[in-house]
C-alpha cells in the first residue's frame, strides 16, 4: 500500500490532523494552521486544543476564534512562589502546574510558555520564595551576565536574639567557598527572645551563603523566604503560585 493510500485510510479510521483541517477551515497554509493552533485560538467540542497533530473525526465541532492571528508563541517568563522543601531546579511539571496560575494574571497560559523554560536564580531547597524561570534571552542574559549584581531581598529567621557585634559582622563582606563576596545589608526586622527576623539585602543568588553567614557568627537558621529578585517582587503570590512576568516589568 503507497503511503497517500495509507494514509487516506487513516483518516478515513481515525480523522485528519486539526492542522490539515484548520488549514482548509482559515485558506492558510498547514503552518500557519499549526501557529493559530499553538496560539489557543482553535476549540474541538469546546475544548482548546493546542496539538497540531491532535487527528479530528469529520463529526467533530472545530472552531478558530474571530480576529486571531497565525504568529508564533512570544517566549515568556514566570515568576514561582517556590515552596519549601522543593529543589528549585526540580522537574517543570512539579514546580510550574497550571492549576496554580494565579487568579490575579489575567493572561491565558499556553503549552508552548512552559516548554524550554530555565531558571538561572537558584534558591536552597530548604528555603520558600521568588525564582524566576525565563524563555526570553534578554531576561536569560541579564540574569546571567548581571548575576553577582542583582540584588536579592531574602527575609531569615533565626534562633534567639542577635546582638550588635553578630549583626556588625553580618554586613562586613563574607568569604564563602573561598570566593570573596560584596557585603550584604543586614537589618533587624523583629526579635524576641527566641527568634530574630533579619533581612538580608545581598547581591547575587548563591545558595548557602546566608547559611555560611550565619554559622560564621553562631546563628540557627530557622526560616528562609525570598522576596525579591532585583526589582521584580514576590507580592501576591501564594506558596506555589506563579504568575507571568507583565511587559513592563525589569529584572
Do not use: Y
Amino acid at each position: 500500500m503507497t503511503k497517500q493510500r495509507a494514509d487516506a485510510v487513516q483518516d478515513e479510521e481515525e480523522g485528519i490532523r486539526l492542522a490539515k483541517r484548520v488549514a482548509a477551515m482559515a485558506n492558510v497554509s498547514r503552518r500557519e494552521a499549526e501557529l493559530l493552533i499553538e496560539n489557543g485560538a482553535v476549540r474541538v467540542d469546546g475544548h482548546v486544543v493546542e496539538v497540531p497533530a491532535r487527528r479530528v473525526r469529520d463529526e467533530q465541532q472545530v472552531e478558530i476564534a474571530s480576529g486571531a492571528r497565525p504568529v508564533a508563541v512570544e517566549p515568556v517568563t514566570l515568576l514561582l512562589h517556590k515552596p519549601a522543601g522543593i529543589a528549585f531546579d526540580a522537574p517543570l511539571a512539579k514546580l510550574l502546574v497550571a492549576k496554580k496560575h494565579s487568579e490575579s494574571d489575567r493572561r491565558p497560559a499556553l503549552q508552548r510558555h512552559f516548554a524550554g523554560q530555565q531558571c538561572f536564580t537558584p534558591i536552597e531547597t530548604g528555603a520558600s520564595g521568588l525564582i524566576v524561570f525565563t524563555q526570553e534571552p534578554r531576561v536569560q542574559r541579564k540574569l546571567v551576565e548581571d548575576a553577582g549584581l542583582i540584588e536579592n531581598e531574602v527575609m531569615v529567621d533565626v534562633e534567639g536574639p542577635v546582638d550588635a557585634a553578630a549583626l556588625h559582622r553580618l554586613n562586613q563582606s563574607p568569604v564563602i567557598d573561598g570566593r570573596a563576596m560584596l557585603p550584604a545589608k543586614v537589618s533587624i526586622g523583629r526579635q524576641t527572645e527566641a527568634r530574630t527576623g533579619l533581612r538580608f539585602a545581598i547581591k547575587g543568588s548563591w545558595p548557602g551563603q546566608i547559611a555560611q553567614m550565619c554559622d560564621m557568627v553562631g546563628l540557627r537558621i530557622l526560616q528562609m523566604k525570598r522576596i525579591r529578585v532585583g526589582r521584580l517582587p514576590l507580592a501576591g503570590l501564594e506558596v506555589g503560585e506563579w504568575r507571568f512576568m507583565a511587559p513592563g516589568e525589569r529584572v
